[in-house]
């Protein structure tokens, strides 16, 4: 896969990306949910750029990329798990 097709396959999640924080940062919250939602904002946006940024990766850089990647993706998890408990929700289970 190139670059390009990567960052062009990569569209799909982005876009549900950028959907899911309109959506958070639109939306009413309790006040002592409300700074974790900001943090979740911020995380899931640098998920983003990460995705978007795949048509600079090479091979000198890949597994930089993929270590930054692997954060972002832990970091966003733990906030969406801060802010579910905020919410008085139940900890997420993985799909499957």
Known sequence: T????????AQPA???????NTTLTNGQ???A???DVH??????????????G??????????????????DVQTVSSAVGL???DLG???ATPAG
Do not use: C, K, M, Y
Not at 2 to 9: I, L, M, P, Y
Not at 14 to 20: G, W
Not at 54 to 62: F, I, K, P, R, W
């Open 14 to 20: 982005i876009a549900a990306l950028q959907t899911f």
């Open 83 to 85: 802010v579910r408990h």
């Open 89 to 91: 929700l139940p900890a």
């Open 54 to 71: 795949l048509s600079t990766v090479n091979l000198l850089n890949a597994s930089s990329w993929t270590a930054t990647f692997q954060r």
């Open 29 to 31: 919250w309790p006040a």
């Open 33 to 35: 949910a409300t700074s």
């Open 39 to 52: 943090t979740l904002v911020g995380d899931t946006g640098a998920l983003i750029g990460d995705l978007q």
């Open 2 to 9: 190139t670059n390009t097709q990567a960052e062009a396959d």
